[in-house]
């Protein structure tokens, strides 16, 4: 095994710089690795432990219609979504991230964990291919921005890369 990252030590301040770091730990700590579980497994604890402000991050696999729930850290989760179906299963449908500054008002919105507030998912797509989701919560309203999503989307194509 590779390096062992500290986390704790990415200051995220400043947004930018902190998802480049949390790019090249996750770089580091999937290298040589392809398998999807693992690697996805690893992700998540990276960006659980150093991402603040947030309740749940984790993976959406598409089987077929819907979207079961992988690897992930927070509370126990839906274990299927529908595609099309609440925020996860819109951004797989439309292939693209949505940012909700605020879950109540996401009228198809599907609780899972009810201290969640905002939202961020991150399709995953490989080859033309749509492989699932990558989706984070926060308990604080409007947590995720445009800085967010261009970091989640590249450590996301970090994730999809090493596959």
């Known amino acids: 095994m590779g ?7 990415i200051d995220f301040a400043h947004k930018r710089k902190g998802y480049e770091e949390l790019a090249t730990q996750l770089s580091g700590l999937l290298d040589g690795e392809h398998h999807r579980i693992a ?4 992700m998540v604890a990276l960006i659980y432990g150093a991402l603040p402000d947030v309740n749940w991050v984790g993976f959406y696999f598409l089987d077929y219609t819907e979207l079961v729930v992988g690897p992930f850290q927070g509370k126990p989760a839906c274990v299927r979504i529908p595609m099309g179906r609440g925020v996860c299963g819109q951004a797989a449908a439309r292939r693209e ?23 961020i998912v991150v399709p995953l797509i490989r080859d033309g291919e749509l492989l699932g989701v990558l989706d984070l919560d926060s308990p604080k309203l409007a947590r995720f921005d445009g800085e967010d999503q261009v970091g989640l989307e590249r450590l996301a194509q ?6």
């Open 3 to 9: 390096m062992d990252p500290d986390t704790a030590a």
């Open 39 to 42: 690697n996805a497994a690893n």
């Open 97 to 119: 991230t949505i940012v909700v500054r605020d879950v109540h008002a996401f009228s198809d919105h599907i609780v899972c964990d009810v201290a969640s507030n905002s939202e």
């Open 158 to 163: 970090i994730y999809l890369d090493s596959l």
